[in-house]
């Protein structure tokens, strides 16, 4: 057999067992679907009945309907906005560490993150119009009611848009033009109004989630208290973690879009190491945001138990094991990237046994964090454990174990960037082993206290559990610090052991930055739904009832083939705003057009 | 370029692949509670559903009255009124015969059958205007188009829903019983409309009067709590069930009423 | 003697020890490449999670499971450079070399026929209940409607808990209450050690709760409880429907403070204690 056909051969295979599996999935649901449903029994078309423009709750958004229309709207819209907002966040830090160490790489790298901010902001902003006027068509009464509560926010929520607008594009343009002071504090502005403008939309939307500031019969008692509803402020630290974690994955993403169509070595190397900035950026972020998720969830309790119960025990507790799922690829794949990114450093080969047991330790919280509580399991099946409950998996499923297992999970994506930190180095300090007994023993003694208070927290009572979380995650952030702290002075002045070779990394660690850069999207758009989602049959949960067609809460299935179908969307406009950015880079039409002549000529003389 | 498809096809799979992961958990559809609540913007197939269940519930009309079926009737059948309705009497619209047949139902008796249908917007059924208007709704709906609305008038006035606390939700469970004795709850609970006990006159279902001679305690608590089990002769089967799950009887009686209720039956040995 | 039964903290010994001595046989006596050395890992793994655990798990957690596993196997696989390579030149030579063609035959035959025998299974299966996902511990309500009277199920807590401190005495009569409530009504399904697994169990489905696993009423606040006995299987809510529970509404034949007492019961039979109120702010 030629080699050349073994790609062929595989793939073949590999469509031939897909195709098995998916005809076994199909005709098992359709077969499911006869039992369950008996024969299709087709439904009246509605009667048409005429409008009155004053009345109307609803209108109806023809083929998908208005719910899936808004959602796609105004989850796309919500991704563009994290962008916008996200970049310039890091965009200032990495412009700031430029402009202390004085190197030009890191000005560089900053306006090329900016340069993606134009056209996104464009599209933030056509999306956000899109959105507002589906929602005053789709659902007039909501909306009505909305504007009722909020009236006059909406004003400075407006001319908050045009100053981000004025700092946006005057922060783009004038790089280069101003003292660097200058630009700087453009960018502070930017970054300021950004999260003034989250702030005051996240304020309507929490509302929805968690009224407050009304009276029983709905009307607006207080607009503070409305604005400053049990969700408001975790859901803005949530969002702000969110969104730097989400930009620098599309930012990572871009740099390995360019990096794979890249000619040079140059500027391999330099989009190699762009690409590894946003990752450190997407995953530094990331590391707080189950803290912060944790308070989320826990303020949403706080509002209401049902609506807590909801969340993580009744409906929507499916939703946790498909997050579980994207949150353990998140972590499985950053660790991927830094490990086969360590290959280009000379002198780490010295970390690749590390490896597997990073992997393992990874992989079996991985496991404990995708255990379900309810159990799918056939009556036989059930009574073979005796109950609803498997005797051990039982004690994974809850709460005390999956807070471990993440913590744990966070630890080893430290450790991971640690070795990669000294892939090259050699401490050259005296007490170097001593340094290194005091980080191990560190992590040690901090990852035996958090498996401790899990454990621990079988036996207390629920409300000692959940404070238990709190030294779980103060002890982890300790070890981080510290370890980090004692490893600047151990290898300050370290000696190289070899080269840093960037440019030189496998294809597949770009391709495994696509892949948290997919993976965060869809991670955001199911936690969107899920936010959403909550309210059930609600509006405004517990003041106004959604009375229209679409009051129902869907299957987690149908969930993922919308968020799916977002995701897809949202990534061919990306496409398009990388295309765009690249397109600065190119040469002048003019320029190109000659160059083609002139060569097409010489040809022609040769 | 090549790098472009890769991407592209990794995008796709990735996706697919979380879309995948979103198959294999279980699927669920969760509906909101249904509350009907009537009000003044209700759609001619809102009243017309909402009609229906009070027509086989709170209404307990299905008690007496059949829907399309023929044969020897005690009331008259309702199938087709809504398009007999119009032409009954001689210069009354379809709405207000209805009417008239709901708030004065022996104003008019129809051919053939003797007067004995209980005004609806009275007790027991305490029906108000506004479930009157659906239920005219449903009856029109029965061989005919509504053109009954909300806003639609027509003679006659019972009680106002106004003057209810708010919309009534239309399965409005009867309340706890009120340490009714036997004869109390046979009344509360409608037997008396469909059983006799005094006489050995049948109504609607057997006469009960000498039930504690033909049946056992037992015999009888198996006669409610499923009547379609025996049947007494003549009589067609679903209907008791039918009135009493309208009526919610099954999930409001408590097993010390309902054994009040048995031996009140059982007491009746005909004299 | 039953060797597969021996049984060590849950986990059946035989099969675990087998798995690993395998794989330490692999390791020691044949030199694999990477590729075989994590199939075979991926086949000890999935011995262990379907043989190794006395109680076996549901096939659907098993399936889960050696999803996340072969995700782990191929990051690993892939991460260094040279065992790539390798795995690559091997799959190569697995498709050009003569030497593997009796393999790569009755690879190519035996992986479409596998597919295949798991198609016909999966569509020849004799007519099965189908298996749902059961939220074990759904929502409850605000409150409820008790013979007339409201429940706060969010405020309210058991009236004859604060006993316990204040009048033991008392106490000791509500769980005697209890005591006698639960075995005239409940221990015909929840078992007279409260495992459910009474007499009437085996005709359910759901089976009727553990009191003694850990994740039942260990978890949950005496409101809660209050609910379920009250309303029954009729009471609970319409999502996560199909429950198919059939739990009586215990509000037809108990007093409320019947209900109450038989709660003190089940907690203090278990010796577990109630969820505790969280703080509302």
């Known amino acids: 057999m030629d080699r050349r056909k073994l790609p062929f051969t595989i793939i073949t295979i590999v469509v031939l067992v897909l195709l098995g599996i998916t005809v076994q999935n199909v005709m098992n649901s359709w077969s499911l679907e006869r039992e369950l449903m008996g024969p299709n029994i087709e439904a009246a078309p509605d009667a048409v009945t005429p409008e009155t423009p004053h009345t109307t709750e609803y209108r109806t958004f023809p083929k998908i309907g208005s719910r899936v229309a808004i959602w796609i709207v105004a989850q796309l819209h919500l991704m563009f906005a994290a962008f916008v907002l996200a970049v310039p966040m890091f965009a200032l830090i990495i412009e700031y560490i430029g402009y202390r160490n004085g190197d030009k790489k890191y000005d560089k790298l900053a306006y090329e993150f900016t340069k993606l901010l134009s056209v996104s902001f464009s599209f933030t902003a056509t999306l956000g119009a899109m959105l507002t006027f589906m929602l005053m068509i789709l659902y007039p009464k909501l909306t009505n009611y909305l504007i009722g509560i909020f009236s006059w926010t909406f004003f400075p929520y407006v001319l908050l848009f045009f100053a981000e607008a004025g700092f946006l594009y005057s922060y783009y343009y004038g790089w280069g033009k101003f003292s660097p002071k200058v630009h700087l504090a453009l960018g502070l502005g930017l970054n300021i109004v950004g999260t003034a403008i989250m702030f005051i939309a996240n304020a309507w939307l929490t509302f929805m989630n968690s009224p407050a500031g009304i009276n029983e019969a709905g009307q607006l008692v207080s607009m503070w208290d409305a604005i400053n509803n049990f969700t408001w402020m975790p859901i803005n630290i949530h969002r702000i973690l969110a969104n730097v974690a989400f930009g620098g994955s599309i930012a990572a993403a871009y740099g390995a879009f360019k990096f794979l169509g890249a000619t040079t070595e140059e500027e391999r190397a330099h989009y190699d190491w762009m690409g590894y900035i946003g990752n450190f950026v997407a995953i530094s972020a990331f590391l707080t945001l189950p803290f912060a998720g944790y308070w989320l969830a826990k303020e949403i309790y706080a509002y209401s138990q049902s609506l807590g119960i909801v969340l993580m025990g009744g409906t929507f507790s499916w939703l946790f094991i498909i997050q579980a799922v994207l949150i353990g690829n998140l972590f499985l794949a950053a660790n991927y990237y830094l490990w086969v990114s360590m290959e280009r450093i000379d002198g780490a080969e010295r970390f690749k046994k590390f490896t597997k047991y990073l992997l393992a330790a990874i992989a079996v919280c991985f496991l404990v964090w995708a255990t379900p509580h309810s159990l799918v399991a056939s009556v036989e099946e059930a009574r073979s454990m005796g109950g609803s409950h498997h005797p051990m998996l039982g004690v994974l499923g809850v709460m005390s174990a999956k807070n471990t297992a993440v913590n744990i999970m966070i630890l080893t994506t430290y450790i991971s960037f640690l070795l990669y930190r000294r892939g090259n180095k050699e401490p050259t300090v005296s007490w170097s082993r001593t340094g290194n007994l005091i980080q191990f023993s560190i992590f040690a003694v901090v990852i035996s206290f958090v498996i401790f208070l899990g454990v621990y927290g079988y036996f207390v009572d629920t409300a000692t559990r959940v404070g238990l979380s709190v030294p779980q995650v103060l002890s982890v952030l300790f070890a981080m610090v510290s370890v980090t702290a004692i490893d600047v002075f151990m290898y300050k002045n370290a000696k190289f052991k070899g080269e840093m070779r960037w440019g030189q990394i496998p294809a597949r660690a770009q391709y495994a930055l696509f892949f948290l850069a997919i993976t965060f999207t869809w991670l955001m758009g199911l936690m969107g739904y899920v936010r959403a989602g909550l309210r059930q049959h609600w509006h405004v949960y517990g003041v106004m009832r959604d009375t229209s067609v679409d009051a129902f809460t869907p299957t987690l299935g149908f969930a993922a083939g919308v968020v799916s179908v977002t995701v897809m969307i949202f990534f061919t406009f990306i496409a398009i705003v990388f295309w765009l950015a690249g397109l600065t880079g190119k040469k002048d039409w003019e320029e190109d057009k000659q160059l083609e002549t002139s060569s097409g000529l010489l040809a022609e003389e040769a | 370029m090549r790098h472009v498809i890769g991407i592209f096809v990794f995008t796709i799979l990735t996706t697919m692949f979380y879309y995948y992961v979103g198959q294999m958990v279980p699927q669920k559809e969760t509906y909101p509670p249904e509350e009907l609540t009537i009000s003044k913007d209700l759609t001619t197939d809102q009243m017309v559903e909402i009609g229906e269940q009070i027509v086989g519930g709170k209404g307990t009309c299905l008690t007496c009255h059949t829907i399309g079926e023929s044969g020897a009737h005690r009331f008259p059948d309702l199938g087709g009124i809504g398009n007999t309705a119009a032409s009954r009497v001689q210069g009354q619209s379809a709405v207000e015969y209805l009417a008239e047949s709901i708030y004065d139902p022996n104003a008019y008796i129809v051919d053939g059958y003797v007067a004995g249908m209980p005004a609806m917007h009275r007790a027991p059924t305490n029906l108000n205007d506004d479930e009157i208007l659906t239920i005219i709704a449903y009856l029109q709906s029965l061989g005919g188009t509504p053109d009954v609305t909300m806003s639609s008038s027509h003679s006659f006035t019972g009680q106002n829903p106004a003057a209810a606390a708010g919309a009534a939700p239309v399965a409005a469970a009867p309340s706890m019983s009120e340490n009714l004795d036997g004869a109390g709850l046979y009344e509360k609970y409608l037997c008396n409309t469909c059983h006799s006990v005094d006489t050995d006159a049948p109504l609607i279902g057997p006469s009960l009067y000498d039930a504690g001679n033909r049946m056992s305690t037992a015999d009888i608590y198996e006669s409610i709590v499923d009547p379609d089990a025996k049947l007494a002769d003549g009589y067609p089967g679903g209907v008791m069930i039918a009135t009493l799950n309208g009526m919610n009887f099954y999930d409001s009686v408590s097993p010390k009423d309902l054994k009040k209720l048995v031996d009140y039956i059982a007491s009746k040995k005909g004299n | ?281």
């Open chain 3, 1 to 281: 003697m039953d060797l597969f039964g021996i049984s060590f903290l849950g986990l059946n010994v035989v099969p675990i020890i087998l798995v690993i001595a395998g794989l330490v046989a692999l390791r020691m006596f044949f030199n694999l490449n990477t590729l075989a050395w994590m199939a075979a890992w991926w086949v000890g793994l999935y011995l262990m999670l379907s043989n190794g655990i006395t109680v076996p798990l549901p096939g659907s957690i098993v399936g889960m499971f050696m999803g996340i596993i072969t995700l782990a196997l191929l990051v690993y696989l892939t991460t260094s450079g040279e065992d790539l390579e390798a795995t690559k030149d091997f799959m190569v030579k697995f498709f050009t070399d003569s030497r593997y063609s009796p393999a790569l035959l009755a690879f190519l035959v035996l992986l479409p026929s596998l597919v295949a025998y798991n198609v016909y299974t999966g569509m020849t299966q004799q007519p099965q209940a189908p298996v749902f996902g059961r939220t074990i511990h759904p929502p409850p309500p605000t409150d409820i409607t008790f013979k007339g009277k409201k429940i706060d199920l969010v405020n309210d807590d058991n009236p004859y808990r604060i006993l316990k401190e204040t009048d033991p005495d008392a106490f000791a009569a509500h769980v005697a209450n209890g005591r006698k409530v639960y075995y005239q009504n409940c221990v015909n399904c929840h078992g007279d050690d409260m495992g459910g697994n009474g007499m009437f169990a085996h005709a359910f489905d759901p089976i009727p709760a553990s009191f003694k696993d850990p994740t039942t009423i260990a978890m949950l606040q005496e409101s809660y409880l209050f609910w379920r006995i009250a309303k029954g299987a009729p009471g609970l809510p319409d999502e996560s429907t199909p429950w198919s529970s059939a739990m009586p509404a215990w509000e037809k034949f108990l007093s409320e403070e019947d209900i109450w007492d038989v709660i003190i019961f089940l907690y203090e039979y278990t010796g577990y204690e109630p969820r505790a109120k969280e703080e509302l702010h």
